[in-house]
Protein backbone atom coordinates (compact mmCIF):
# COMPACT_ATOMS: atom_id res chain seq x y z
CA UNK A 1 0.00 0.00 0.00
CA UNK A 2 1.54 3.84 -0.14
CA UNK A 3 1.94 6.28 2.34
CA UNK A 4 -1.14 8.03 1.52
CA UNK A 5 -3.87 5.34 1.85
CA UNK A 6 -1.94 4.10 4.96
CA UNK A 7 -2.30 7.63 6.54
CA UNK A 8 -5.86 7.73 5.66
CA UNK A 9 -6.76 3.92 6.98
CA UNK A 10 -4.58 4.85 9.81
CA UNK A 11 -6.48 7.75 10.99
CA UNK A 12 -9.72 6.70 10.46
CA UNK A 13 -9.18 3.28 12.57
CA UNK A 14 -7.68 5.87 15.49
CA UNK A 15 -10.73 7.72 15.32
CA UNK A 16 -12.96 5.05 15.15
CA UNK A 17 -11.19 3.36 18.20
CA UNK A 18 -10.96 6.73 20.18
CA UNK A 19 -14.88 6.64 19.80
CA UNK A 20 -15.35 2.97 21.09
CA UNK A 21 -16.88 1.50 17.65
CA UNK A 22 -16.12 -2.04 17.03
CA UNK A 23 -13.16 -2.90 15.45
CA UNK A 24 -15.23 -5.13 12.66
CA UNK A 25 -18.30 -2.44 11.69
CA UNK A 26 -14.51 0.37 11.41
CA UNK A 27 -13.42 -2.44 9.13
CA UNK A 28 -16.42 -3.08 7.56
CA UNK A 29 -16.97 0.67 6.97
CA UNK A 30 -13.59 1.31 5.77
CA UNK A 31 -14.19 -1.56 3.00
CA UNK A 32 -11.71 -4.41 4.34
CA UNK A 33 -15.07 -6.74 4.17
CA UNK A 34 -12.37 -10.09 4.58
CA UNK A 35 -10.35 -8.81 7.85
CA UNK A 36 -14.54 -7.48 9.46
CA UNK A 37 -15.48 -11.08 8.92
CA UNK A 38 -11.86 -12.34 10.44
CA UNK A 39 -12.86 -9.76 13.44
CA UNK A 40 -16.32 -11.23 14.07
CA UNK A 41 -15.07 -14.75 13.80
CA UNK A 42 -13.08 -14.32 17.17
CA UNK A 43 -9.98 -13.01 15.05
CA UNK A 44 -7.70 -9.88 16.26
CA UNK A 45 -7.12 -6.91 14.54
CA UNK A 46 -3.41 -7.70 13.57
CA UNK A 47 -4.16 -11.16 12.25
CA UNK A 48 -6.99 -9.90 10.34
CA UNK A 49 -5.29 -7.39 8.60
CA UNK A 50 -1.87 -9.52 8.19
CA UNK A 51 -3.94 -12.23 6.18
CA UNK A 52 -4.92 -9.81 3.86
CA UNK A 53 -1.02 -9.38 3.13
CA UNK A 54 -0.81 -5.92 1.85
CA UNK A 55 0.16 -4.19 5.63
CA UNK A 56 3.60 -3.33 6.47
CA UNK A 57 4.96 -5.34 9.32
CA UNK A 58 5.57 -2.24 11.43
CA UNK A 59 1.93 -0.89 11.20
CA UNK A 60 0.59 -4.36 12.38
CA UNK A 61 3.14 -4.54 14.95
CA UNK A 62 1.92 -1.26 16.53
CA UNK A 63 -1.63 -2.38 16.33
CA UNK A 64 -1.26 -5.48 18.13
CA UNK A 65 0.79 -3.48 20.85
CA UNK A 66 -2.33 -1.25 20.87
CA UNK A 67 -4.52 -4.10 21.59
CA UNK A 68 -2.21 -5.58 24.32
CA UNK A 69 -1.89 -2.08 25.80
CA UNK A 70 -5.26 -0.73 25.23
CA UNK A 71 -3.93 2.39 23.66
CA UNK A 72 -4.42 1.38 20.11
CA UNK A 73 -5.53 5.31 19.36
CA UNK A 74 -2.49 6.73 20.55
CA UNK A 75 -0.09 4.30 19.06
CA UNK A 76 -2.12 4.87 15.06
CA UNK A 77 -1.92 8.30 16.02
CA UNK A 78 1.53 8.68 16.53
CA UNK A 79 2.54 5.88 12.97
CA UNK A 80 -0.15 8.44 11.21
CA UNK A 81 2.30 11.62 12.39
CA UNK A 82 5.35 10.00 11.64
CA UNK A 83 3.80 9.16 8.09
CA UNK A 84 2.86 12.49 7.45
CA UNK A 85 6.16 14.03 7.86
CA UNK A 86 7.41 10.84 5.46
CA UNK A 87 5.27 11.83 2.77
CA UNK A 88 5.90 15.33 3.19
CA UNK A 89 9.63 15.04 2.39
CA UNK A 90 8.98 12.75 -0.45
CA UNK A 91 6.37 15.76 -1.99
CA UNK A 92 9.39 17.99 -1.27
CA UNK A 93 11.72 15.87 -2.96
CA UNK A 94 9.47 15.75 -6.24
CA UNK A 95 9.02 19.63 -6.19
CA UNK A 96 12.70 19.71 -6.68
CA UNK A 97 13.11 17.33 -8.91
CA UNK A 98 10.59 18.65 -10.95
CA UNK A 99 12.02 22.05 -12.37
CA UNK A 100 14.54 20.46 -14.31
CA UNK A 101 12.13 18.05 -15.22
CA UNK A 102 9.81 20.84 -17.19
CA UNK A 103 13.09 23.04 -18.49
CA UNK A 104 14.17 20.11 -19.81
CA UNK A 105 10.66 19.17 -20.84
CA UNK A 106 10.14 22.60 -22.50
CA UNK A 107 13.51 23.16 -23.96
CA UNK A 108 12.89 19.88 -26.06
CA UNK A 109 9.35 20.56 -27.07
CA UNK A 110 10.98 24.32 -28.02
CA UNK A 111 13.85 22.51 -30.05
CA UNK A 112 11.47 20.71 -32.72
CA UNK A 113 8.85 23.32 -32.94
CA UNK A 114 11.29 24.95 -34.61
CA UNK A 115 13.65 22.20 -36.13
CA UNK A 116 10.17 20.84 -37.66
CA UNK A 117 7.70 24.20 -38.65
CA UNK A 118 10.31 27.67 -37.95
CA UNK A 119 13.50 26.11 -40.20
CA UNK A 120 11.44 24.74 -43.31
CA UNK A 121 9.62 27.97 -43.54
CA UNK A 122 12.84 30.02 -43.40
CA UNK A 123 14.72 28.17 -46.01
CA UNK A 124 11.49 27.52 -48.46
CA UNK A 125 12.45 30.55 -50.25
CA UNK A 126 15.97 29.88 -50.50
CA UNK A 127 15.13 26.32 -51.74
CA UNK A 128 12.78 28.04 -54.46
CA UNK A 129 15.58 29.95 -55.83
CA UNK A 130 17.18 26.90 -56.64
CA UNK A 131 20.66 27.61 -54.42
CA UNK A 132 22.14 24.74 -52.78
CA UNK A 133 21.81 23.62 -49.34
CA UNK A 134 24.96 23.64 -46.88
CA UNK A 135 25.17 19.71 -45.45
CA UNK A 136 23.69 21.76 -41.90
CA UNK A 137 20.36 22.79 -43.38
CA UNK A 138 20.01 19.64 -44.87
CA UNK A 139 20.75 17.44 -42.00
CA UNK A 140 18.07 20.11 -39.51
CA UNK A 141 15.84 19.52 -43.01
CA UNK A 142 16.04 15.55 -42.49
CA UNK A 143 15.27 16.03 -38.52
CA UNK A 144 12.54 17.90 -38.76
CA UNK A 145 11.16 15.41 -41.45
CA UNK A 146 11.96 12.14 -39.84
CA UNK A 147 10.02 13.83 -37.18
CA UNK A 148 6.45 14.38 -38.81
CA UNK A 149 6.68 11.40 -40.22
CA UNK A 150 7.64 8.86 -37.15
CA UNK A 151 5.99 11.10 -34.22
CA UNK A 152 3.70 8.40 -33.33
CA UNK A 153 6.30 5.57 -33.17
CA UNK A 154 8.20 7.97 -31.17
CA UNK A 155 5.97 9.53 -28.62
CA UNK A 156 4.84 5.38 -28.34
CA UNK A 157 8.99 4.92 -27.51
CA UNK A 158 8.88 7.24 -25.39
CA UNK A 159 5.51 6.38 -23.24
CA UNK A 160 7.47 3.08 -22.90
CA UNK A 161 10.87 4.39 -22.32
CA UNK A 162 9.33 6.37 -19.36
CA UNK A 163 7.03 3.22 -18.17
CA UNK A 164 10.13 0.74 -17.82
CA UNK A 165 11.60 3.44 -16.12
CA UNK A 166 9.41 3.54 -13.61
CA UNK A 167 8.72 0.26 -13.31
CA UNK A 168 12.53 -0.52 -12.48
CA UNK A 169 12.29 2.62 -9.90
CA UNK A 170 9.72 1.21 -8.59
CA UNK A 171 10.42 -2.47 -8.54
CA UNK A 172 12.24 -4.53 -5.53
CA UNK A 173 15.65 -4.24 -7.18
CA UNK A 174 15.25 -0.66 -8.15
CA UNK A 175 14.63 -0.16 -4.65
CA UNK A 176 17.09 -1.53 -3.23
CA UNK A 177 19.46 -0.14 -6.09
CA UNK A 178 18.31 3.81 -4.56
CA UNK A 179 19.26 2.71 -1.17
CA UNK A 180 22.55 2.25 -2.09
CA UNK A 181 22.84 5.20 -3.79
CA UNK A 182 21.64 6.90 -1.03
CA UNK A 183 24.46 5.34 1.36
CA UNK A 184 27.65 5.76 -1.28
CA UNK A 185 26.36 8.62 -3.65
CA UNK A 186 27.32 12.22 -1.93
CA UNK A 187 24.71 14.23 -3.79
CA UNK A 188 21.78 11.65 -2.73
CA UNK A 189 23.45 10.89 0.24
CA UNK A 190 23.54 14.93 1.44
CA UNK A 191 20.02 14.85 0.14
CA UNK A 192 18.22 11.28 2.13
CA UNK A 193 20.87 10.96 4.90
CA UNK A 194 18.43 12.64 7.38
CA UNK A 195 15.88 11.18 6.27
CA UNK A 196 17.03 7.69 6.60
CA UNK A 197 18.32 8.52 10.02
CA UNK A 198 14.60 9.90 11.05
CA UNK A 199 12.64 7.37 9.75
CA UNK A 200 14.89 4.71 11.43
CA UNK A 201 14.78 6.41 14.69
CA UNK A 202 10.67 7.03 14.65
CA UNK A 203 9.97 3.49 13.83
CA UNK A 204 11.95 2.26 16.93
CA UNK A 205 10.48 5.17 18.31
CA UNK A 206 7.20 4.09 17.69
CA UNK A 207 7.92 0.56 18.62
CA UNK A 208 9.53 0.93 22.05
CA UNK A 209 6.41 3.38 22.75
CA UNK A 210 3.95 0.44 22.22
CA UNK A 211 5.86 -1.43 25.03
CA UNK A 212 7.06 -4.40 22.27
CA UNK A 213 10.75 -5.71 23.28
CA UNK A 214 13.81 -5.28 21.78
CA UNK A 215 14.39 -9.02 20.06
CA UNK A 216 10.59 -8.58 18.83
CA UNK A 217 11.75 -4.80 17.60
CA UNK A 218 14.93 -5.95 16.04
CA UNK A 219 12.40 -8.63 13.76
CA UNK A 220 10.31 -5.99 12.93
CA UNK A 221 12.69 -3.24 11.67
CA UNK A 222 14.98 -6.34 9.71
CA UNK A 223 11.42 -7.21 7.86
CA UNK A 224 11.04 -3.52 7.52
CA UNK A 225 13.94 -2.47 6.18
CA UNK A 226 14.69 -5.10 3.91
CA UNK A 227 15.14 -3.36 0.70
CA UNK A 228 18.33 -1.49 2.20
CA UNK A 229 20.62 -4.09 2.39
CA UNK A 230 23.86 -2.50 4.09
CA UNK A 231 20.86 -1.22 6.56
CA UNK A 232 19.70 -4.55 6.87
CA UNK A 233 23.37 -6.04 7.08
CA UNK A 234 24.23 -3.91 10.13
CA UNK A 235 20.26 -4.68 11.52
CA UNK A 236 21.46 -9.02 11.26
CA UNK A 237 24.28 -8.21 13.05
CA UNK A 238 22.89 -5.99 15.61
CA UNK A 239 20.23 -8.75 16.05
CA UNK A 240 23.22 -10.78 16.63
CA UNK A 241 24.75 -8.70 19.40
CA UNK A 242 21.67 -8.31 21.51
CA UNK A 243 20.97 -12.12 21.08
CA UNK A 244 25.21 -12.67 22.81
CA UNK A 245 23.56 -10.19 25.76
CA UNK A 246 24.77 -6.75 24.25
CA UNK A 247 22.67 -3.77 25.32
CA UNK A 248 20.17 -2.77 22.76
CA UNK A 249 22.38 0.94 22.14
CA UNK A 250 25.56 -1.41 21.57
CA UNK A 251 23.41 -3.52 19.09
CA UNK A 252 21.90 -0.91 16.84
CA UNK A 253 24.79 1.59 17.41
CA UNK A 254 26.11 1.01 13.80
CA UNK A 255 22.86 1.98 12.92
CA UNK A 256 22.60 5.17 14.36
CA UNK A 257 24.73 8.31 13.47
CA UNK A 258 27.92 9.06 15.77
CA UNK A 259 26.58 12.30 17.95
CA UNK A 260 23.36 10.21 18.75
CA UNK A 261 25.08 6.98 19.98
CA UNK A 262 26.01 8.61 23.73
CA UNK A 263 22.46 10.13 24.06
CA UNK A 264 21.25 6.74 23.36
CA UNK A 265 23.32 4.87 25.75
CA UNK A 266 22.42 7.06 28.61
CA UNK A 267 18.65 7.17 27.86
CA UNK A 268 18.42 3.34 27.70
CA UNK A 269 19.98 3.64 31.35
CA UNK A 270 17.74 6.11 32.56
CA UNK A 271 14.89 4.04 31.19
CA UNK A 272 13.54 6.58 28.64
CA UNK A 273 14.92 5.34 25.49
CA UNK A 274 11.76 6.09 23.70
CA UNK A 275 12.09 9.38 24.56
CA UNK A 276 15.10 9.93 23.63
CA UNK A 277 14.92 8.71 20.13
CA UNK A 278 11.78 10.51 19.55
CA UNK A 279 14.12 14.30 20.15
CA UNK A 280 16.67 12.68 17.52
CA UNK A 281 14.42 12.06 15.15
CA UNK A 282 13.00 15.05 15.53
CA UNK A 283 16.19 16.91 14.89
CA UNK A 284 16.95 14.78 12.04
CA UNK A 285 13.68 16.00 10.76
CA UNK A 286 14.56 19.48 10.59
CA UNK A 287 18.28 19.18 9.41
CA UNK A 288 16.20 17.34 6.58
CA UNK A 289 14.04 19.91 5.42
CA UNK A 290 16.70 22.21 5.49
CA UNK A 291 18.88 19.97 3.58
CA UNK A 292 16.14 19.78 0.97
CA UNK A 293 15.91 23.75 1.08
CA UNK A 294 19.51 24.04 0.05
CA UNK A 295 19.65 21.20 -2.70
CA UNK A 296 16.13 22.45 -4.15
CA UNK A 297 18.43 25.64 -4.86
CA UNK A 298 21.15 24.08 -6.19
CA UNK A 299 19.34 21.63 -8.47
CA UNK A 300 17.54 25.22 -9.50
CA UNK A 301 20.92 26.82 -10.57
CA UNK A 302 22.55 23.76 -11.93
CA UNK A 303 19.55 23.07 -14.30
CA UNK A 304 19.91 26.73 -15.54
CA UNK A 305 23.71 26.32 -15.60
CA UNK A 306 23.51 23.19 -17.51
CA UNK A 307 20.50 23.98 -19.83
CA UNK A 308 21.43 27.34 -21.07
CA UNK A 309 23.99 25.91 -23.32
CA UNK A 310 21.98 23.59 -24.84
CA UNK A 311 19.32 25.31 -25.53
CA UNK A 312 21.73 28.17 -27.18
CA UNK A 313 23.23 25.17 -29.01
CA UNK A 314 20.30 23.62 -30.10
CA UNK A 315 19.11 27.18 -31.51
CA UNK A 316 21.76 27.99 -33.06
CA UNK A 317 22.13 25.06 -34.76
CA UNK A 318 18.60 25.19 -36.31
CA UNK A 319 19.26 29.34 -37.64
CA UNK A 320 22.72 28.73 -38.53
CA UNK A 321 21.96 27.21 -42.04
CA UNK A 322 19.30 29.67 -42.77
CA UNK A 323 21.36 32.67 -41.76
CA UNK A 324 24.24 30.90 -43.92
CA UNK A 325 21.94 30.85 -46.81
CA UNK A 326 20.36 34.24 -46.46
CA UNK A 327 24.18 35.40 -46.68
CA UNK A 328 25.15 33.67 -49.89
CA UNK A 329 22.04 35.20 -51.75
CA UNK A 330 22.98 38.33 -50.67
CA UNK A 331 26.15 37.93 -51.96
CA UNK A 332 25.04 36.65 -55.45
CA UNK A 333 22.73 39.44 -56.03
CA UNK A 334 25.07 42.18 -55.44
CA UNK A 335 27.42 40.43 -57.03
CA UNK A 336 24.96 40.46 -60.40
CA UNK A 337 23.29 43.97 -59.84
CA UNK A 338 26.85 45.64 -59.53
CA UNK A 339 27.92 47.41 -62.64
CA UNK A 340 30.77 46.41 -64.54
CA UNK A 341 34.39 48.52 -63.64
CA UNK A 342 36.10 50.11 -66.33
CA UNK A 343 39.71 49.37 -67.24
CA UNK A 344 41.87 52.06 -65.82
CA UNK A 345 42.96 54.70 -68.59
CA UNK A 346 46.81 55.33 -68.61
CA UNK A 347 47.70 58.63 -67.10
CA UNK A 348 47.87 61.59 -70.01
CA UNK A 349 51.41 62.97 -70.69
CA UNK A 350 52.03 66.69 -68.94
CA UNK A 351 52.61 69.13 -72.42
CA UNK A 352 56.51 70.60 -72.03
CA UNK A 353 56.31 74.69 -71.71
CA UNK A 354 58.41 76.64 -73.77
CA UNK A 355 60.15 79.97 -72.36
CA UNK A 356 57.96 82.03 -75.47
CA UNK A 357 54.68 80.27 -73.90
CA UNK A 358 55.89 80.86 -70.44
CA UNK A 359 56.26 85.05 -71.55
CA UNK A 360 53.03 84.96 -72.96
CA UNK A 361 51.04 83.57 -70.00
CA UNK A 362 53.11 85.95 -67.86
CA UNK A 363 52.03 89.15 -69.86
CA UNK A 364 48.37 87.89 -70.55
CA UNK A 365 48.12 87.25 -66.75
CA UNK A 366 49.03 90.65 -65.79
CA UNK A 367 46.32 92.56 -68.28
CA UNK A 368 44.09 90.10 -66.23
CA UNK A 369 45.10 91.30 -62.96
CA UNK A 370 45.46 95.18 -64.05
CA UNK A 371 41.87 95.15 -65.86
CA UNK A 372 40.33 93.75 -62.67
CA UNK A 373 41.95 96.17 -60.32
CA UNK A 374 40.53 98.91 -62.36
CA UNK A 375 36.90 97.78 -63.02
CA UNK A 376 37.14 96.40 -59.16
CA UNK A 377 37.68 100.12 -57.84
CA UNK A 378 35.09 101.66 -60.01
CA UNK A 379 32.21 99.21 -58.97
CA UNK A 380 33.33 99.91 -55.80
CA UNK A 381 32.87 103.83 -56.03
CA UNK A 382 29.77 103.34 -57.79
CA UNK A 383 28.87 101.57 -54.92
CA UNK A 384 29.68 103.77 -52.52
CA UNK A 385 28.37 106.91 -54.26
CA UNK A 386 24.89 106.17 -53.71
CA UNK A 387 21.96 108.10 -55.58
CA UNK A 388 19.68 110.65 -53.84
CA UNK A 389 15.89 109.79 -54.01
CA UNK A 390 13.97 112.26 -55.83
CA UNK A 391 11.13 113.55 -54.10
CA UNK A 392 7.82 111.75 -54.90
CA UNK A 393 5.13 114.48 -56.94
CA UNK A 394 1.78 114.18 -56.55
CA UNK A 395 -0.12 114.19 -59.92
CA UNK A 396 -1.58 117.44 -60.38
CA UNK A 397 0.24 119.51 -58.13
CA UNK A 398 2.84 122.17 -58.94
CA UNK A 399 5.44 120.82 -58.72
CA UNK A 400 5.11 117.97 -60.90
CA UNK A 401 3.44 120.52 -63.68
CA UNK A 402 6.97 122.39 -63.91
CA UNK A 403 8.61 118.92 -64.94
CA UNK A 404 6.09 117.94 -67.15
CA UNK A 405 6.31 121.31 -69.07
CA UNK A 406 10.06 121.42 -68.95
CA UNK A 407 9.94 117.95 -70.33
CA UNK A 408 7.40 119.02 -73.19
CA UNK A 409 9.86 121.96 -74.08
CA UNK A 410 13.20 119.72 -74.51
CA UNK A 411 11.31 117.32 -76.69
CA UNK A 412 10.38 120.26 -79.11
CA UNK A 413 13.85 121.34 -78.86
Known amino acids: MSDESLLAFARAFADSARSGLPPAETLRFLKRTRAADLVSRGKTVHEALASEGRFPPVLLALIRAGEESGKLDEVLDRYASALETRIDFRRRLKR ?105 ESTMELLLGAGLRPRQLMEIMLEYFREDPLLFRRLSRG ?44 THRDRHLYRLK ?90 EAKPVPKPKLKPGGVGFKKIQASTVKSSFE
Not at 246 to 274: H, M, N
Not at 308 to 336: E, H, R
Request: charged content about 15%.
Open 96 to 200: ALGYPVFAAALAGAISIVFTVKALPMLLQPIVDAGLPLPPDAVRAIGVGRFIVAWWPALLGGGGAAAAAFWILWSCRPGRKARALAGHWLPGIRYATEEARFYQF
Open 239 to 282: ALLLSEGKTFTESVGSCLPEEDRARAAVAEKAGRLDEALGKLAA
Open 294 to 383: VASGVIQMASIVALAPVCFGLTMWILSPAMAMMGAAVNQDGAASAPARPASAPPRAQPVETPEAARFNETQAGKIVSYMREHGAADRGEA
